[in-house]
């Protein structure tokens, strides 16, 4: 079911885009009140000033349609979901020159929905994903960018390389065969805890790990420049350690 759903929704995208996207836009989405927009974009401009050079990833799951839309009209262009069904129902609904990052796990074989329009997936956290991503981005003809994800947490549930899990695979060099898929950095995610010193640390290994990464297979390629960490409650400090793109929802829509 969740598979023919998927196709269902991206059937119609392709099928209708042009036509019903202006719709769409103009009428069919609830108006915020003037002072939740100014909200908005008050805590994009806050963000923004933060940030310093980093770039900013509006996390825009469980949000309404509308709320996206505050964002984008306030200038946010670069918007991430953690689920593929929940992705292509933002694309559907919203305008068509966001530019859209995967955060999420991402299944094998989901990756073929998304293949023909996704900008960045942040979570690669196998070869055999990345293979898959390569094959996909294949029939598509063109090339994906992508993280790699590490599991520096102390949450068992999180998804990722270990950092020597990770060594291991870059230095066996299968990845080098891929010519569909640019790997771009490295993403992670801290222990959810109110330990600062704790989630520091964690940000620091995960820094240490791109630049270790960065000499020892990276050296000649410009593309792997990025390191994805920090979200709205510890932004802060992963841009202090290092962080080159912020993933934040609530602190944009709530804050």
Request: aromatic share 8%; with cysteine.
């Amino acid at each position: 079911m969740a598979g023919s759903s998927l196709q269902a929704t991206e059937r119609k995208r392709s099928k209708h885009r042009a036509v019903f996207l202006p719709v769409i836009f103009n009428s069919g989405a609830k108006v915020l009140a003037e002072h939740e927009m100014e909200h908005i974009a008050k805590n994009l401009n806050r963000l923004k000033g933060d940030l310093g050079s980093a770039k900013l990833i509006v996390v825009s799951k469980y949000r309404e349609v509308e709320e996206i839309l505050a964002a984008y009209q306030a200038g946010q262009r670069i918007f991430a979901e953690n689920r593929v069904q929940a992705l292509l129902e933002r694309r559907e609904a919203l305008p068509a020159d966001i530019e859209w990052h995967l955060i999420g796990h991402l299944q094998t074989n989901k990756v073929k929905y998304i293949a023909p329009f996704i900008a960045m997936i942040h979570s690669i956290d196998s070869l055999k994903l990345l293979q898959e991503v390569d094959w996909q981005a294949g029939r598509q003809n063109r090339v994906i960018d992508c993280l790699l994800q590490v599991h520096v947490a102390k949450e068992e549930t999180k998804f990722g390389f270990d950092p020597d899990e990770l060594r291991t695979f870059l230095q066996a060099g299968d990845w080098k065969e891929l010519q569909h898929v640019r790997i771009c950095g490295l993403m992670a995610m801290a222990t959810n805890t109110t330990d600062t010193s704790l989630i520091r640390s964690e940000f620091m290994q995960v820094r240490a790990l791109f630049d270790e990464l960065k000499v020892n297979h990276f050296t000649h390629s410009d593309a792997f420049s990025e390191v994805s960490m920090g979200m709205s409650s510890d932004y802060p400090i992963a841009v202090e350690c290092g962080s080159t793109m912020v993933r934040v929802g609530s602190a944009v829509f709530e804050g």
